[in-house]
Every structure is written in C-alpha cells, then in structure tokens.
C-alpha cells in the first residue's frame, strides 16, 4: 500500500464512520441541518423584535434627545394614557379589519369563479391575472388610486350620473386603496382551498336535496374557512403596518406607522414603544387564527 | 428638485442646549442664545489642495451629471482645483449631525435646525470668510444670521434660502387672500380643501400669525415659544385641522392637489407654485402681511476636515456666480450671490425668487430649531423644545 491510499482508506472511513453517527443518531442530524436558519431566525428576526421591545423601556435625554438607557415603563403609560394614542391604535386595527372583510368579501366570488366556474383551460391565465398587479411598483398603484379619488377623477366622474361623488382623500380612501392592493394575497388561497374541494361532495350534498345556500354553508364555507384565515393573516398584517398609502390617499388621517415613522429621529424608545402594539396585535391574531386550524393549511 | 425638505425639518437639535445650559452666563454679544461654543479657530491662510474633499449635502446641491447630464457643477471644479469630489446624500439634519460626528467629512450643507447644534458641539469650525474671495457678494441678509453665526462669527457660507408661502386657486379662492387668516379663522370657507406642512415646524407658522393678530401673547420669534404662547398656537392648529384636507410633505402631492382642485389653499414653496402654474393650474403664491417663515441653508466646515483646503474651495466655489446660479435654478430657491442672478438661464428667475429683494427677505422668519432656553432672550421663563413640538404636533393630527 501506498501512503496516499492509506490516507484515502483512512477518509473513507471517516466518512462512514460519520454517516453512521449521523444515522443511528437522528437528533443530531436534526440539530446540524437546523442550526442555520434557527440562528438566522432566532439572532436577526427574533433578535432585532427583542432589541425593540427593551428599548422601548429605555428613555430619552428631553436636553439632547439621545437615548438614556435606563429601565422605566413611562412610554407605555404614555401609549396607555394618551388620547392620541388609543385613538390611532384603535383607527389602525380598524383599517386592518375592515381591509380584511372587504378582501373576504371580494375574494370569494371571484376566486369560485376562478377556481371552479371558469373554463379549466382558462383557469390559469385567471389566476395570472389576479397576480398581475403585483408586479407593478407599490407607489405607481397608490399614486394611480390617488388620481382616481381625487376631485374630478374617475370615481367623481363615475358616481356622478348616480348624483353622488367620490369619497374624496380620507380613510374610506385608505382602505378602499389597501383593499385593492392586498386582494391577491386573499384570494390565491381561498382558489387554491375552492379548487381542491372534491366535486362528489358537492354532488352528495345535491343528491341529498340541498340547495345551492345550504350547500355553501355546510359544505364550502367549512372547508374554505381554514383559507380564508389564513389570507386575512396577510391581509391583517399587511395593512396593519402599512403607512404609506395613508400619506397619499389618507388625507390628514394618521395610522400607527405614521407615529412610529415621526417619532423615530427624536424619541427614539416612543417610537419602539408604539412599534411594539402592531406587534403584539398581530400575535393575538394568530393566536386567534390558530384556532380555526388555518395555520395548519398555509 | 427638492425632494428632501421634508425630513430636515423632522430633525431637531438639543445638543446646543446643554452646551447653552453649561455656559456660565449669556453677556449678550450679537447672538441672543448666549450660546458659547467652543473657542475654535478659524485658518488664516490656506495652503495645498489635499486632492480630495469629502461633502454631505441635499440631494440636489453636489450633481456630477450622474443625475442629469445637463447638471453637473462638480467636474468642474475637480478640474479647476485638482481636488476630488466624495459626496453623501443625507436624508435628515439629525443624518447630516451624526456624519459629522465621524470626522470623515470635511464639509456639510447644513439647514437651521442642524447648524447650531454643530456650531454648539464643536464639530463646525469658524469660517474665515476672507478666504472665500465670492462670499464679499452674498446677499447681506444671509451675513450673520442667527442660525449661521454666533456673537458675530460666521461658522459657514450662505448657500440659498425660500420663503414658505400661501398659494391659492385664483378661480376658487375669492376675493385673493392677504392674510395668513384664509388658513386659520377664515379656513372653513375652503372646508376640506386646506393644506398645511405636515411638519412640527409647521406650528412655528401658527405661532407667525399669532404674533401678528394676538399681540397680548407677546410673540417676539416664532422659534421661541413659552408653555401659553405655544397652546396658543397649538390651539389654534387644532381648530384648523377640521377643515385640512390633507397635510403634504412631498411637493409632487402638493401639486397634484392644486392641480385637481382637492386643495385650494395653504402654505407652499416658490418652486411648487411654479412647477404647479407651469402645469396649468390656477394658482398664485403670495407672502401674506403678516410674513412667513422661511429656510436658509449654510456650508460648514468641519473642525476635523482632513481637507480644510480643498473644503475651502468647494465653500468659494459653490457661492460663485454661475455655479450659485445653477445650483438655485436646479433645486428651486432664491440663490446667495447677487451675481448669481445675472447667470440664471431663466433671466426673470431672480424676480421670481425674490433673491435680490432685502426687504422681502426681512418679513421671513428663518428656521431655527426650538429650545428650552428661549431663542428671543427671554431668561424669565422656558420655552416648548422641540421635542414637544414633535408630540403636539401628532395631537393636532388627531
């Protein structure tokens, strides 16, 4: 034998060795595969989530308006007590909410339509359809609503045979123009949940004499459900932490974003403080959502 | 374009309080903060260009045609000089502030509200104005300001400046306003069609119009508001917010509102009344008679340039004639140098602007950045910083 055939025997049986630990030893397979993303969501995701809840305890120098590092819950009374504040957390999850039965609302009919009346050849091309605004830019959509809510745009122009106007810049115009940039986000999984729906259930219910109504409700909405949770998590979220499309189509109205966003270069711990509320809301949410088991199915 | 007004006002200082707090007494001098920074030096010579100069600036005030290749002011002066050009675009004074900080730069084009925090912590040095042969033709209204001086010392060279104005739609808004009091008492004639600078600045204008119509409350400086004078103000935003329609903060918004009529009135800048008029609205833009507030920016030098020399030069080369010229014509405000309105491509810009017009300038009050120690002199009481004009501000948004 030769040195370097040694040498590569030797290898070998390292490698072997090492592949059977790892094969009698599941946990540790586990462990080595997961260490890197677990790092990468525990360090940077987590991490940063938890740098911004502590300092929200800290405070800031009123003199320089640096941050002062010491432990205080004073911006948390503050978000408690203030008026402004309740007011605009309030206006937020309202927004959020509103988007999201509105997105519901919309969603459904289109996405059976898609899903399960539309020609099966045409199905896809529907679906790319409904896809097809989210390759534009963000603000060229926002900014396209604005032109559209403003007086004596296309809304104006389209309501004014009825005698009546457009809802001009405002919060129906806020979640009018988040409602219509989160649409897709709700009603890709209800096509999805309404396209896997088994025909011969549908039929079942038929033949035992239910109409179209009762079959909806006991048949569809039941199996769609878990869906249409689990698009209102984006849908939530999404407009939960939006503030931009409040400063061009909201008018004066300002959201929890917008609060964030002008305390960030002065109060720095104010601003984590209010950072955390969509934060939390959005947790109580899921929680909520999990509930129903539409986790389970994203 | 001016794209980027908006954060500078979001900024504020502070820094400059403690070091107003620290010094012993105020013995008056030609500033009013009592303000004693530290005992720099200014060069009495200058010697080598370095071969290179770090800048922080607006965007829009250091173009090398990377932007627009018809608007280039920095080619050359890297020829003339031999000194290269590194610039950063800051976003916000509290940016500009922390980047001088560093002491990599060695030049900034600061705003009001970041100046004298940079004079305050030493991170600015005097400017010995005999060095920068063009600054003998700047406007003598930006000399020895108060957000550019201290006890009659220049820390930097005058720049630019613009006035916030009232503009309005000339088919809606009848008889034509004079006054400040078409967006405060008489707001609710344009009910739901009034605009305002979405800025805690913003309430320094309140505080303008006050100082005029409310003389009981004894408002010398707007910038410089005691606890009753600034409920005053915030009171009266309070009651006109009800009839904004919405607040803007970027002027493409602010055109557009013009332009379709969802605003009719409320406060704008020269360089949106024209872009909005060019675009065929009806619209004029007018100081009322109370005045305005206003904007003035000033080029520092850092006390830790490691390229005085070659910052020297871009100071003198930035206020010269043409260069001036282009710089004011690109980003839409009234330019330094008297000479400079001679260079403009457009002859009647200078008449737009106002450049020339000492007088107009006198009813602009400058931004400055609010403090606890009052602005105007006062020692008796405190006055609202910053800080709370930040908090109030988001009350009055409601």
Excluded at chain 1, 264 to 289: D, F, R, S, W
Excluded at chain 2, 90 to 101: G, Q, W
Excluded at chain 2, 168 to 174: A, L, Q
Excluded at chain 2, 332 to 353: I, L, M, Q, R, W
Aim: proline share 5%; glycine share 8%.
């Amino acid at each position: 034998m030769t040195t370097t055939d040694v040498t590569t025997a030797a290898g070998r049986g390292t490698v072997r060795r090492l592949a059977g630990t790892l094969h009698r030893r599941p946990r540790l397979r586990l462990t080595l595969l997961l260490t890197a993303p677990l790092l990468w969501l525990a360090v940077l995701y987590l991490g940063s989530l938890a740098v911004l809840f502590v300092s929200a305890f800290w405070t800031t120098d009123s003199f320089t308006s640096e941050v002062v590092k010491v432990w205080s819950t004073d911006n948390f009374h503050e978000l408690v007590t203030t008026p402004v504040f309740r007011q605009v957390v309030l206006r937020s999850v309202g927004v959020a909410l509103a988007v999201t039965a509105l997105c519901t609302l919309i969603a459904f009919p289109v996405a059976f339509w898609t899903a399960r009346v539309a020609r099966p050849k045409l199905r896809p091309l529907l679906v790319v359809a409904i896809l097809t605004p989210l390759w534009a830019s963000y603000l060229v959509k926002v900014y396209a609503w604005r032109l559209i809510l403003s007086q004596g745009g296309l809304a104006d122009w389209m309501l004014a045979p009825f005698g009546l106007s457009g809802p001009g810049f405002g919060l129906p115009a806020t979640v009018l123009t988040l409602t219509y940039l989160w649409l897709p986000y709700m009603i890709l999984p209800v096509h999805t949940a309404l396209e896997q729906l088994p025909a011969n259930l549908l039929d079942a219910s038929a033949d035992l004499g239910a109409r179209a109504g009762r079959t909806f409700r006991s048949v569809v909405l039941p199996m769609v459900l878990p869906s249409v949770a689990a698009g209102s998590v984006f849908t939530f979220s999404l407009s939960l932490g939006d503030y931009i499309t409040v400063q061009i189509v909201g008018g004066k109205t300002q959201l929890i974003g917008n609060l964030v966003y002008s305390n960030i270069e002065l109060n720095l711990p104010m601003a984590a403080a209010l950072g955390t509320v969509p934060v939390a809301v959005i947790v109580l949410y899921l929680l909520a959502i999990r509930r129903t088991g539409a986790l389970n199915s994203l | 374009m001016r794209l980027n007004r908006i954060p500078r006002a979001a900024a504020a200082a502070a820094a400059l309080l403690l070091a107003a707090a620290c010094s012993s007494s105020g013995s008056g001098g030609s500033s009013s903060t009592g303000l004693n920074p530290p005992g720099l030096k200014a060069p009495t010579k200058l010697g080598k260009a370095e071969g290179q100069v770090n800048l922080i600036a607006w965007a829009g005030y250091v173009e090398d045609g990377s932007n627009d290749p018809d608007v280039d002011w920095v080619h050359g002066f890297e020829k003339r000089t031999g000194c290269q050009v590194h610039s950063k675009v800051a976003a916000s004074s509290d940016e500009m502030v922390k980047l001088m900080k560093t002491g990599e730069y060695d030049a900034v084009s600061a705003s009001g509200d970041a100046s004298l925090r940079l004079i305050a912590s030493g991170d600015a040095a005097p400017v010995n104005t005999a060095l920068v042969p063009n600054y003998k033709d700047v406007f003598g209204g930006l000399k020895n300001g108060a957000w550019n001086s201290v006890q009659g010392r220049m820390y930097g060279i005058p720049h630019g400046r613009g006035a916030n104005l009232l503009m309005y739609n000339t088919e809606k808004v009848k008889p034509a306003p004079t006054s400040w009091s078409a967006v405060f008492e008489d707001a609710a004639r344009h009910k739901g069609h009034v605009t305002a600078y979405d800025s805690p600045i913003y309430i320094a204008d309140a505080a303008l119009y006050l100082k005029a119509t409310r003389p009981e409350l004894k408002i010398k400086d707007p910038y410089a508001l005691d606890q009753k004078q600034f409920d005053a103000a915030v009171a009266l935003l309070k009651q006109q917010n009800a009839d904004v329609g919405e607040y803007w903060s970027d002027y493409l918004k602010e055109v557009s509102a013009f332009k379709s009529g969802d605003s009719v009135i409320g406060t704008t800048w020269q360089v949106i009344a024209s872009l909005t008029a060019s675009e065929g609205a009806k619209v004029k833009a007018l100081v009322p008679e109370e005045g305005s507030t206003g904007w003035s920016d000033t080029w520092m030098v850092s006390a830790k340039a490691e390229h005085p020399n070659c910052a020297y030069k871009w100071l003198d080369w930035i206020v010269s004639p043409r260069v001036n010229a282009q710089v004011a014509e690109y980003f839409g405000e009234a330019p330094a140098n008297a000479k400079s309105c001679a260079e403009t491509s457009d002859k009647n810009f200078c008449t737009v602007y106002h450049a020339a017009d000492e007088s107009y300038w006198k009813r602009i009050a400058f931004w400055n950045t609010p403090i606890e120690q009052c602005l105007d002199g006062r020692k008796d009481v405190k006055c609202v910083p910053y800080v709370k004009w930040v908090q109030a501000w988001t009350e009055i948004k409601g």
